[in-house]
């Protein structure tokens, strides 16, 4: 047994604490007061330590390509990846590679010529004002169907243009558009900044916010574009497809995502003055190649981006940016790499097993929930079986033999992929799903459920400790992967997945009072989160709406990832390593899984636009709803963490 110790951290603890008050705290405190925050990272912890180890790899897999024949993949991650780091040639263009898109906007003369502009924009991935990609049908998930979606906003959320509280973030990123368009020797750039801050205000008065977005029913308006182009007139769509290179055939049928939004913006194309339309046309084209330009352009970006908004205080390396841009245009082609070199099939195993025993402990769950009817129990018990676990990497790889690329050109490239990925999406519309099909690369620290398709999805790169460590004892692995496979079963459960079926079927399979039950339950989760604010933050909390869903998950992640260590045979009072009870080792696990810290500048961007909680919540906010860590610890009443029992939530 003595063996296993490694796998807990203790030289991150910090006794001083007590488990009961703070268990976030108590495995990690001595790593949070010491441990730094790398200059170009705005967090550290272990998903970051996993992600820079797997950065690391990857650069050494892209540096080693070193053939000119870019009809392989290997030569296509060359070129690729040669082109962004040819930095004497990029400083000596400078804006040049983006002047012929300047010298095109400013030849625009009617709304119908924009419109035209932002199809091609759409088609070469620069900051569109509407987004169409292709996804399951929800209401036919066996085929693909064509979404458009909200776009143009150049801050992260369109709460940034209307609260009070991002007075100050609006100020600078006004003065960073008139600094580019100074860099771009644009004439009058302050007033064109203020244009385009004018122009992305009036967007984002018509976005929908993240909570309304989470609600895929709201969300799912299959529209004729005939219908599509009444109901906005001012927007010419035809020009807009032809400048995409679209057949109109290929979008006959759209699932229109925020309807009010297309019908909102669409008027303005034609009452806002044409000329800070084009201060905005020019805007995205230069901030959407901002980072592949020269110095005092890379700079400016991430000054703004990264500085400001994330408190990063240096510019990543630009190894590291090589790899990220080789990464998003030929993920699989690296991944396919990768997975030769760095996966261990033992550990697929490992995690067939594990995603076993999560299985059976969600179906004994569903099978007693008291809160549940006998029908819709049946569909539940239904859609559980019918989840799709896919672990590791695809069973076969990306084509990329269409995509042209060149060693000495890198706008030319970041064009070409994005042309690539939209000629991509419209092969696939109206087709058969792919089953095989991956939305994460395996070298992504991350995992994921997809409710459209019913999938549970663990790459490569995440099976690694802290989250699956395969010397540590069931106790370990159960609450750090366990719990994050729970995690992501729980996604077909929460607020979002659940208005699908086992099929993938956007359907109400609930009877009335469960969904009344379900969401008397997550409303109380809700409440338990609002407004929690983390440590050395002032003026925002946790909006518990926006969470709910990734707090459910993490809810039922970890008490049915208990009851699955129990079904592996696992004893909370059984043999005890450094003095703690297995019990003791399941909770530490799962708290050392979430060590991690963020630049205060990057937590308020969380808490603004993310459905993840922050660390701390997502561990201590957990156990506090767990009967198990009461038993564990002791918990008693005057204890920080404690809950009154008819408080604790139980939802799976």
């Known amino acids: 047994m003595a063996g296993m110790t490694a796998a807990i951290a203790h030289e991150h603890f910090d006794t001083a604490v007590r488990p009961q008050d703070d268990l976030f705290r108590h ?3 001595t790593w949070l007061r010491t441990a730094p925050i790398e200059p170009d990272q705005s967090s550290a912890g272990g998903f970051m330590d996993l992600r820079n180890a797997a950065e690391l790899d990857v650069r050494a897999i892209i540096e080693e390509q070193r053939s000119g024949d870019t009809s392989t993949d290997e030569g296509r991650i060359a070129a690729l990846y040669a082109s962004f780091m040819a930095t004497d040639r990029i400083q000596e263009l400078g804006i040049a590679p983006v002047r012929p898109i300047l010298e095109a906007i400013d030849a625009l003369d009617s709304p119908s010529a924009l419109a035209r502009h932002l199809g091609w924009s759409l088609r070469h991935g620069l900051s569109p004002l509407v987004h169409l990609y292709e996804e399951s049908d929800p209401g036919d998930p066996s085929r693909y169907a064509v979404f458009a979606s909200q776009g143009g906003l150049g801050l992260p959320d369109e709460a940034y243009y209307r609260l009070d509280e991002h007075a100050e973030i609006r100020e600078k990123y006004l003065a960073h558009v008139t600094r580019v368009f100074e860099l771009a020797g644009l004439d009058r750039p302050a007033e064109q900044a203020q244009a385009v801050l004018a122009v992305e205000t009036e967007i984002a008065s018509h976005h929908w916010d993240r909570v309304r977005c989470r609600d895929l029913r709201a969300m799912y ?3 004729s574009l005939d219908d599509v182009i009444a109901a906005t007139p001012g927007f010419d769509w035809d020009a807009y497809l032809d400048g995409a290179g679209i057949p109109r055939e290929k979008v006959a049928e759209v699932i229109v995502s925020q309807p009010s939004f297309f019908e909102g913006v669409a008027p303005v194309m034609v009452s806002a003055p044409f000329g800070t339309w084009q201060s905005w046309a020019r805007w995205k084209a230069i901030s959407g190649l901002s980072a592949y330009l020269s110095d005092e352009f890379v700079e400016a970006r991430f000054d703004f981006y990264e500085r400001t908004l994330a408190g990063n205080e ?10 990220a841009l080789v990464e998003g245009v030929l993920g699989e082609a690296v991944g396919r790499l990768y997975v030769e070199r760095h996966f261990q099939p033992k550990k697929k195993a490992a995690m067939d097993a ?3 025993n999560l299985m059976k402990a969600y179906e004994n769950s569903i099978s007693k929930l008291t809160w549940m009817t006998d029908e819709t129990r049946a569909e539940a018990l239904r859609k559980l079986s019918l989840f799709t676990p896919k672990i590791g990497y695809p069973v076969k790889w990306r084509d990329y033999s269409a995509l042209p690329l060149s060693a000495d ?3 030319g490239n970041v064009l070409a992929a994005n042309s690539f990925e939209l000629d991509y999406t419209l092969e696939r519309i109206g087709g058969p799903v792919d089953r095989d099909e991956w939305q994460m690369f395996p070298q992504t620290v991350n995992a994921y459920y997809h409710p459209l398709r019913n999938e549970i999805v663990f790459p490569a790169a995440i099976l690694q400790p802290p989250f699956f460590n395969a010397e540590a004892d069931d106790a370990v692995n159960y609450a750090a992967i366990g719990a994050v496979i729970g995690h992501e079963i ?4 929460d607020d979002k997945g659940s208005t699908c079926d086992g099929d993938g079927r956007l359907r109400d399979w609930w009877q009335p009072a469960d969904r009344e039950a379900f969401e008397a339950l997550a409303k109380r989760l809700i409440d338990q989160y609002e407004g929690l604010v983390p440590e050395g933050i002032e003026g925002a909390g946790v909006n518990g709406e926006l969470t709910v869903g990734e707090n459910i998950g993490d809810l039922g992640g970890l008490g049915i990832a208990y009851d699955a260590w129990l079904l592996a045979g696992g004893d909370p009072q059984g043999e005890e390593v450094d003095g703690l009870t297995p019990a003791q080792r399941f909770f530490f696990g799962w708290a050392q899984a979430w060590r991690g810290k963020r630049r205060p500048e990057a937590m308020k961007v969380l808490l603004a636009t ?5 660390n701390e919540f997502r561990c201590n906010q957990i156990v506090r709803n767990l009967d ?8 008693g009443e005057g204890d920080a963490l404690w809950l009154a029992r008819e408080e604790r939530v139980t939802i799976w």
Request: charged share 20%.
């Open 314 to 323: 240096e510019q990543r390396p630009r190894w590291k940016r090589g790899v």
């Open 490 to 493: 729980g996604h077909g459960f």
């Open 27 to 29: 495995v990690n405190g």
């Open 628 to 635: 198990a860590f009461y038993d564990a610890f002791g918990v």
């Open 409 to 411: 050109d890198l706008v």
């Open 221 to 223: 308006n299959p529209t």
């Open 354 to 356: 594990l995603v076993a």
């Open 610 to 614: 993310d459905p993840h909680s922050p």
